[in-house]
């Protein structure tokens, strides 16, 4: 943290103690007192989760879900009221907790980081180890999840043609996104609050990247500053911006332009979100956490009850459009592309505008649920774009369900450039850290070797759509191999305190 300015201010833990109502709210974050009694309101996450840390030290609440600048960058400089002598707060005697006590428990149980040998398999352990909130927030999908399992599912109505007697002995995955060389065709995407999974947060998987020459998309809403991603980047390691567009566009410039200045190679603007979804899971987890009941008694603006997601994202523009896109040329250099383009029209609309890329995307069905899945676009898309011969126009990325290197492949051969993964990565990082999500991308990377091989291709450029029969894609009545793997990590929407024993 920041060297300890001795002209500062030193308050005891009483004083700040007495601050402790909506009349008068002082806090403490890493050993600093804010008056944050103006700012209450405010709060996109609602006055009630302050209010339970006024006069006292707030900083394990704080710190996954802000980044550590945060406060130095929004809250005005004369309610930054000095250090407090930490020796002097009173550390609250954790309540008993049995569950966080089991979980602890489970911790200790956790197999060695050798025996995930899928990606699933971190997903299984993540469920097992994970606090019940960053589980919530990071396995959710919206509604009834419906989309968030056809994403996965259908890759399984998918079927390859391998070809034979190829010369398969030297494989090359290397390949080129947006301009920018990559040692494989997967890049982490941007997923929101790394910190509520690992207490380093997102500069874990910045690590984990580099180790694998693999790009990453720096979140808006990362719970690690900006620029401690950046910083965590080494050497050529490449990064892209994700945006969510703000309602006030100077803030949006500046971060934009700002990410250009920092070397991000890509600006990724997230389209399919003008307001975020409803995650039942997350919804319930962060009800149990505050009692959202309660803060609706002392008349708290924000339904704290929407859960992580809807508390942090109230400044999203849902006024975007495509008037906005020339804006963006005019703010940036960098390649644009579109993340959360769920239709063919908007993708031959993104050629017309001019857009460097899209993203075939429902958000890892978190936001609109029944939407289709991006492998299932992406069948539409590139025939539409190889009719008009556009298909060179524009680069075409799908995410959402890619848990194997085949679901790669056969993104790939439907003509993907490559393909962004989200939950996977999140739930290596949330338990096994680094060297979990460095062994998750070798998985891949194995598995992709392998595939490539078994389908009779040595480089990326060899794959096409002959190797594959997606004729079941478009149908979502066509009985699918039983995904037992999955289904044995499936956390069903009702919470365990509503099964009636
Ligand atoms: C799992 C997850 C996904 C999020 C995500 C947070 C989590 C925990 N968040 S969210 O808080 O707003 O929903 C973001 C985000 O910040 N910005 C974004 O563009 N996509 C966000 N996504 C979507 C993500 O970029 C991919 O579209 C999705 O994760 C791909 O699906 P898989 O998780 O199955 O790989």
Redesign the pocket.
Known sequence: RESIDTQEPVLTGAEVARHNSKDSCWVIVHGKVYDVTEFLPEHPGGSKIILKYAGKDATEEFDPIHPPDTLEKYLDKSKHLGRVDMSTVQVEAKTHDPEEEARLERIKRMPPLEQCYNLTDFESVAKMVMKKTAWG????GADDEIT?RE??LAFHKIWFRPRILVDVENVDLSTTMLGSKCSIPFYV?????GK?GNPEGEVVLTRAAHTHDVIQ?I????SCSFDEIVDAKKGGQVQWL?V?VNKNREITKGIVQNAERRGCKGL?I?V??PQ??R?EKDMRSKFDDVGSNVQRVDGDTVDRSQG??RA??SFIDPSLSWKDIPWFRKITKMPIAL??VQRVEDALKAVEYGVDAI?L???????LDTAPP?IEILAEVMPALRDRGWQDKIEVYI?????RATDILKALCLGAKGV???????YAMSTYGQSGVERAMQLLKDELEMDMRLIGASKISDLDTTMVDYRGLSSHVVPVPGDMLGQSTYDSLVSPSFRLS
């Open positions: 927030y990071y396995s959710s968030m994403n996965k995407t941007a997923t929101a609050l509520l998309m979140p808006t809403l990362a994700q969510y990724f997230t399919d979100a975020l979804g995650r992580v997601a942090i994202s993340k959360g993203v995307s429902n958000h890892g069905g978190r936001q991006g995410d959402g369900g890619i848990r962004g993964i989200g939950r996977p990565f999140l």
